[in-house]
């Protein structure tokens, strides 16, 4: 502390600093960077970063989980420039449409909560909140001498500022991938296409707990439905287990796009999630024809999930599992392929359900965020 003091001093009315104990700015664009494995692809997220770890995590996820930076700044110990003039700063910048934070502590909680609100009612705000609870906040203390505060009160502050609070590192990934590239649900009203009876319980039991809900298919709906999807060992409903549609790549066959289609359509559905976890039922299907037959599939799937998003404007999202374990190269680089094929056109990928739905949550809560209701998840 005694040398901080020292450095603050030497430093004052001489030349603005970010820190100490941080890892400074990454810009893309101009080259910057303090990790030599950042990818600098140029994108729209704003990420401000107590934590240099944090800082890190982020740069290790830019090609795994296709996030891509604007730019980001990891500030530390905040002893001159602190978070709401980095705020104010992302408010302007053309480059950055969302705003990922993550704060331990503050020294002026009013000048935070004004950043907050001018940020807020231009752009996404996005925060994760360290100490929130009272062992949190005293390890906070201790790592960047920051004043926690109590957690309910800044939940509160977070919320009156129009500002999205998150729970940990994974969910203020997944939102702010899902922000940079999908408008936030008109509604509650989610469909899950998926491959399994089973898993339809389960998937409606997480929606359900995220504070989301599962409306039936209109009768009309249903009836298309039923035209494409055969009756044996299927259920058509929502959610829609409709496993020989994923088999079929010939158009004019009922297509997984015309399933994507027809639930895209229903006005009670504000939000889809695909759920591809099944390649290697495909691999056993396709045979010899499998990379082949794997691209027409591909192909389909794209067509279906950019009409919802471009022409439906829905949220629309892929779930997709890859066992860590899997020793099957030709499996995981088939996943892998597929992915990059959904990130070419900025669809966001999960690597699970539970992710998945737990991201379109969030996004709902910021819609009731900007209509000022309130939101429960019971």
Not at 51 to 71: D, L, V
Not at 238 to 252: C, E, Q, S, T, Y
């Amino acid at each position: 502390m005694k040398l901080e003091k020292q450095l603050a001093a030497l430093v004052k009315g001489k030349i603005r600093m970010i820190g100490p104990n941080c890892m400074g700015i990454y810009c893309p664009k101009s080259g910057l960077s303090f990790n030599p494995m950042a990818s600098y692809k140029e994108g729209n997220i704003g990420i401000i970063t107590q934590s240099g770890t944090f800082a890190q995590f982020f740069i290790q996820s830019e090609k795994p989980r296709n996030i891509q930076i604007s730019k980001m700044i990891s500030y530390g110990n905040a002893v001159d420039i602190d978070c709401p003039e980095l705020l104010d700063y992302f408010v302007d910048d053309p480059d950055t449409h969302i705003i990922a934070l993550y704060i331990e502590g503050i020294r002026d909680g009013r000048l935070l909560k004004e950043s907050l609100e001018r940020a807020a009612a231009k752009k996404p705000v996005i925060a994760l909140k360290g100490g929130i609870t009272e062992e949190g906040g005293r390890v906070a203390s201790s790592h960047t001498g920051s004043l926690a505060g109590k957690g309910r009160i800044w939940e509160t502050m977070f919320q009156q500022a129009g500002v999205l609070l998150v729970n940990d590192i994974d969910e203020l990934i997944n939102t702010a991938l899902a922000f940079s590239s999908l408008k936030p649900p008109r509604g509650r009203g989610i469909s899950i296409i998926t491959y399994s009876g089973g898993f339809s319980v389960v998937q409606s039991d997480l929606a359900i707990k995220e504070g989301l809900d599962v409306p039936q298919l209109s009768t009309k709906a249903r009836e298309k439905l039923r035209t494409i999807v055969p009756s044996a060992g299927t259920m058509i409903g929502n959610p829609l287990d409709a496993w020989p549609v994923f088999h079929r790549i010939n158009k004019g066959q009922g297509t997984l796009d015309e399933v994507i289609r027809i639930i895209a359509d229903e006005s009670q559905i504000n939000s889809i999630i695909l759920q591809v976890d099944n390649l290697r039922f495909l691999a056993a299907t396709w045979g010899k024809k499998f990379v082949e037959s794997f691209n027409s599939f591909s192909n389909i799937v794209m067509d279906g999930c950019l009409y919802t998003r471009d022409t439906t404007g829905k949220v629309i999202m892929v779930s997709m599992y890859v066992e860590p374990f899997q020793s099957d190269e030709l499996e995981r680089k088939v996943y892998m392929d597929f992915k990059l094929r959904c990130e070419a056109q900025n669809l966001p990928v999960y690597p699970s359900l539970k992710s998945a739905i737990n991201t379109v949550s969030n996004m709902y809560r910021y819609t009731q965020l900007m209509h000022k209701g309130s939101w429960n998840k019971g």
